[in-house]
């Protein structure tokens, strides 16, 4: 595991590389620019993934899922907290992302692997970049892609059955929807859902299956993890359904009553 600190200008620097993090005020400042790595995280989500990597033993996570990767900054610094043998990155994006080029350029690294213009939600797309990638066995997986419920629902699906024992399923940012704001109405207001109707599936399925998610962590609003149970899930794995046409959520909170 390689060392940080923190510098008064709102970066990590390892031996390696210098991160800015997000401070809250400078996403517009190096949001855009190509000389410097920014990953669009808060501090408080950097704490949690030191605790994560210091819960387990060393060299546990040596093959790593990062979906939705921006400017790259994010894909830096899991590259370097956890020094894996190969970190497979996925965005949809088909713009290229000059400071990750940069940096593997740097670090002479073959040990990331870049896999632009695929969708979240292309399960076969995700699960061939992990046969080829990471041979078909994921440590960690960090979802901090488009936050929507459809979306971050069928990566889930795709990606949780082939995490190892004890390995990590982090979803970021999963509360955006449900945040105050100080005008009473939301700042960004998308047509799609939000991801919380996947958080209460996540509940049932640990309820339903415990052995296949063994724990659930909500370390603060932003960000939720997953550790891996035992139990082995199917490639056509899918998740119970919260809410639906027939009843949803009303249904789920009496299974005992009968349908209409
Ligand atoms: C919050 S940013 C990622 C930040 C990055 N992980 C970091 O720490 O710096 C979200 C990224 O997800 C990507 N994204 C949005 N919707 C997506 C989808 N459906 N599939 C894959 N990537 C998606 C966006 O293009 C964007 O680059």
Redesign the pocket.
């Known amino acids: 595991m390689a060392d940080f600190s923190l510098t008064k200008d709102g970066a990590i620097l390892f031996p390696n590389a210098k991160i800015y993090y997000d401070t809250g005020t400078n996403l517009a400042a190096f949001g855009e620019r190509d000389d410097v790595f ?4 808060r501090l408080a ?1 950097i704490r949690v993934y030191q605790q994560i990597l210091g819960l387990h033993p060393a060299n546990f996570f040596q093959n790593i899922l ?10 830096i ?1 899991l590259h370097q907290l956890f020094e894996p043998a190969m970190l497979a990155c ?4 088909k713009d290229p992302i000059p400071t990750l080029d940069r940096y593997m350029r740097e670090q002479n690294s073959q040990s990331i692997h870049l896999h632009l213009g ?5 399960r076969d797309g995700l699960q061939r970049v992990i046969a080829s990638d990471l041979q078909s066995t994921v440590d960690l997986v ?1 979802d ?5 419920y459809a ?1 971050t629902r069928a ?1 889930f699906e795709a990606v949780f059955p082939q995490l190892r024992n004890g390995g990590i399923y982090v979803i ?2 999963w509360g955006w929807a449900h945040g105050k704001r100080p005008e009473g109405k939301p700042a960004y207001a998308p047509a799609k859902k939000s991801p919380l109707p996947l958080i209460t599936e996540l509940l049932i399925l640990h309820a339903s299956e415990p052995n296949a998610i063994e724990d659930i962590h909500i370390p603060f609003h932003g960000m939720m993890y997953l550790v891996r149970g035992r139990a082995p899930l199917a490639p056509s794995f899918r998740l119970p359904r919260a809410e639906g046409a027939s009843g949803g959520l009303r249904r789920l909170a009496w299974p005992w009553r009968k349908r209409r």
């Open positions: 920014f990953m669009h995280k989500y990062e979906v939705g990767v921006f400017r790259g900054g994010g894909a610094f996925v965005d949809v994006t695929l969708n979240q939600a292309d960090v901090d892609a488009s936050h929507f979306e990566t970021e940012d």
